[in-house]
């Protein structure tokens, strides 16, 4: 029988699916000619909705780390494979949304929505840096980079440091989503800095004992 674990992450996946799975639903409907909710804007509906997924599981790919910490739960580690691959996931399918629905596949406007404006460039940005990260999430290329698979990953501040930029850009009459992101990956980062500068006093400290016990 499966393991309780490995429902559970099933589940997630599921889950983690299921506004996808609505979202080609209701495009499926439109398509076939019968009634859907939309908005009345389609287009549009699609690509706030995506864009949110894609922040969502960027913000939560990037919590996963400090609250495995926090939460004492070394269990959540292994979602963030799976979370990182969602966000990935989203995002080209918010991009996807934008360049089919609403530039109707004409890359040359694409190319000069990106040069234009600043927070399509800063989206796109984002894209290009999460794709490595996608393609490289495997063990394979972990144990084939060694050492620069972190350093390479480490990218996943830049990404949501762009995406909140990207969000705020937009924002029109409500703050909320852009104050929201945007607290969640400043305190995310700080947490990163706090520990690892945490973690540098630790070793000096272990360091000058090692030294001192040397001397004895
Ligand atoms: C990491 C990458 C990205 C994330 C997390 C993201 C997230 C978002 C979010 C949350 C929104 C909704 C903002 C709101 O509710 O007002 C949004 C809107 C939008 N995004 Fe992105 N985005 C990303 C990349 C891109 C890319 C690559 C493009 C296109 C090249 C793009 C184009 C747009 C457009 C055009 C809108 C506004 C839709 C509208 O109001 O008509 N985004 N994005």
């Known amino acids: ?5 490995s429902w559970l992450k099933l589940g997630v996946f599921l889950l983690s699916f299921y ?18 909710d939309l908005g009345p804007d389609p287009p549009q509906t699609l690509a706030l909705e995506t864009g949110q997924w894609a922040i969502r599981f960027l913000v939560i790919g ?3 780390t400090p609250a ?3 939460f004492n739960a070394p269990s959540l580690w ?12 989203y995002v080209v399918l918010h991009f996807w949304v ?15 929505e990106i040069v234009q404006r600043p927070y399509i460039m800063l989206g796109f940005l984002a894209l290009v840096l999460l794709l490595p990260l996608g393609l490289t999430s ?11 698979w972190k350093r390479l990953h480490r990218l996943v501040y830049v990404i949501n440091i762009l995406a909140v930029l990207h969000v705020v850009w937009i924002v029109r009459s409500s703050y909320a989503d852009a104050v929201l992101y945007g607290s969640l990956v ?9 520990r690892s500068q945490v973690e540098a006093v630790r070793k000096f400290h272990l360091l000058m004992v090692l030294k001192g016990a040397d001397k004895k």
């Open 1 to 5: 029988m499966m393991p309780w674990r």
């Open 19 to 36: 506004p996808a799975g609505v979202m080609f639903y209701k495009v499926y409907r439109a398509y076939v000619g019968l009634p859907v």
């Open 62 to 64: 990037l919590w996963i």
């Open 68 to 70: 495995r910490y926090l």
């Open 78 to 89: 292994q979602y963030r494979r799976m979370i990182g691959l969602y966000a990935l996931f």
């Open 98 to 112: 934008f360049l089919f629905f609403i530039l109707q596949l004409s890359f040359a406007d694409l190319g000069q």
């Open 138 to 148: 495997f063990q394979a290329a972990q144990r084939k980079l060694g050492r620069n």
């Open 186 to 194: 400043t305190f995310a980062l700080l947490y990163r800095l706090l």
